[in-house]
């Protein structure tokens, strides 16, 4: 895939790159290795200033963001503002809060005064995707960069400005010595990044495939890595549920970023007793979406990221519909320049339908009918995926269930599912592992180590053990 702008709302070119070249990439990687010695001796107050810093700088400079990912990736430039200040807040968040999750911690019960400390581990490579094309990195960076560790960006091919956006407001907040860098190159070339030994430890987020990839380099070379991948999250609805605002936010939870994330609701599972008021109202409010350019204010709903993108969603809902699924709205690509799909409702979906066993990237809700909290659970389960899931109900016992029963990294209740600096992020099965954000997000690239000081004299032996 070339790395160029490609405007997804006309399909034209409006910038191409030339990828680093081994001679570039080999450069980028010394100098990380170099900004690491630097870096991993500053203090944590330091650290949180330059963050700081960022954070101001993602605030001033938040509407030049946003357009650029208008143009890159379609994004509403309602969306693409928030994302901005996302980031911003997330920085802010971990300059505050980093102090403490890095302090020493004491561990009074043990033999000898002993001490766990989190200490960085190197030069982090991230191989991020197009779709938060600023949160995505900012949520690795921020921590990652805040325990000490310096960060390599390998971005998706389709967003090369916002990348190189991003090197430049982390170079003026202070990570400009080789902190934080860009590697303009394709992805069959982050292998050989992998297995470099400058490189300490990997995270990606994106695709099943890009995972089990980097994943199998990361093993050969015996690397931490952390995995973001698909979702297919549940969206439950029971009959003790406000059923309007579960429909009002399952239209939001569905088309945010145009349907292009990991964490929106894509499989709704509906109680038959409020099935068809839901149904309803999730078909209205999907119809009433204003469809358009994604620089317009106005606009609701915008193009598909990529013609590839909108293709392999037709596919999957045209393969469905032939399997038996039933087109309540939509299901079909809209007329005209740019990558439009309409917004889209399928029921009577078979369970070996794609859009019922694949990820569905894109603006289409697949709506199932339940009789009981069994037979609810037993559907949201019903994936190889497990990010989030979002239950609605007002019953305490059914709260308990769902809660403890369906297998995701997070259950919102009576909530849409959502990233915060706040939360741990991640998932379970084919949705990866490890954890994003929170103090868990932080330590991920930490060497946890154990520190024991014996007095120099005197003392028993050692146990045995």
């Known amino acids: 895939m070339a790395i160029a702008t ?39 107050a330091e650290r949180a200033a330059r963050l700081r810093r960022a954070a101001d700088l993602f605030d001033t400079e938040r509407e030049a963001l946003a357009r650029i990912a208008v143009r890159e990736m379609g994004k509403p430039i309602r969306a693409a503002r928030s994302e901005v200040e996302k980031c911003a807040e997330g920085c802010r968040w971990y300059a505050e809060h980093a102090a403490a999750f890095l302090g020493d911690e004491p561990v009074a019960a043990a033999r000898e005064p002993s001490t766990i400390v989190y200490l960085p581990l190197g030069p982090i490579l991230a191989v991020m995707p197009w779709n938060f094309p600023y949160w995505q990195v900012t949520r690795f960076a921020a921590p990652a960069l805040m325990a000490g560790n310096v960060a390599l960006l390998k971005h998706a091919s389709n967003v090369p400005q916002c990348a190189l956006a991003l090197e430049d407001l982390f170079g003026r907040a202070g990570f400009g010595d080789g902190g934080f860098q860009v590697l303009l190159m394709g992805g069959d070339a982050v292998a050989n990044v992998v297995a470099d030994p400058r490189i300490a430890a990997v995270t990606l987020t994106g695709s099943e495939g890009a995972g089990a990839a980097v994943a199998s380099a990361a093993g050969r070379h015996l690397k931490k890595i952390v995995l973001e991948l698909g979702g297919s999250d549940p969206f439950v609805v029971m ?20 349907g292009q994330s990991c964490i929106a609701a894509k499989r709704f599972v509906v109680h038959d007793a409020v099935y068809d008021r839901f149904v309803g109202l999730l078909v209205d409010g999907l119809a009433g979406l204003r469809v358009g350019d994604p620089a317009d204010d106005a606009t609701e709903l915008g193009p598909l990221a990529t013609a590839a993108g909108r293709d392999a969603l037709a596919r ?5 519909v032939a399997a038996g699924a039933r087109v309540l709205l939509g299901g ?24 019922a066993r694949e990820e569905v990237f894109g603006p289409v809700a697949v709506v199932w009918r339940v009789g009981d909290v069994d037979e609810a659970i037993a559907r949201a389960n019903d994936t190889p995926y497990g990010l989030g899931a979002s239950v609605w109900t007002a019953d305490p016992d059914e709260r308990e269930r769902f809660v403890r029963e369906i297998r995701a990294g997070m259950t919102f209740v009576n909530a849409m599912v959502a990233s915060d600096p706040r939360l741990p992020f991640g998932g379970v ?27 120099p004299s005197g003392g028993g032996p050692p146990p045995a053990t």
């Open 429 to 455: 099965k084919r949705s990866g592992w490890g954890r994003e954000l929170a103090a868990l997000g932080l330590r991920e690239f930490c060497n946890v180590k154990t520190i024991v000081r014996a007095p």
């Open 239 to 258: 009959p003790s549920a406000d059923v309007a605002r579960a429909a009002a936010v399952g239209v939001t939870a569905r088309t945010l970023n145009n």
């Open 332 to 355: 079909r690509s809209l007329p005209g320049p740019g990558w439009f799909y309409a917004a889209t409702v399928l029921a009577d979906v078979p369970s070996e339908a794609p859009v």
């Open 6 to 44: 490609i405007d997804p709302t006309s399909g034209a070119t409006l910038r191409t790159f030339a990828p680093h070249d081994r001679a570039e990439v080999e450069a980028r990687l010394a100098r990380a290795g170099a900004a690491y010695e630097r870096h991993r001796r500053t203090t944590v």
């Open 316 to 320: 999957q809902v045209e393969a469905s």
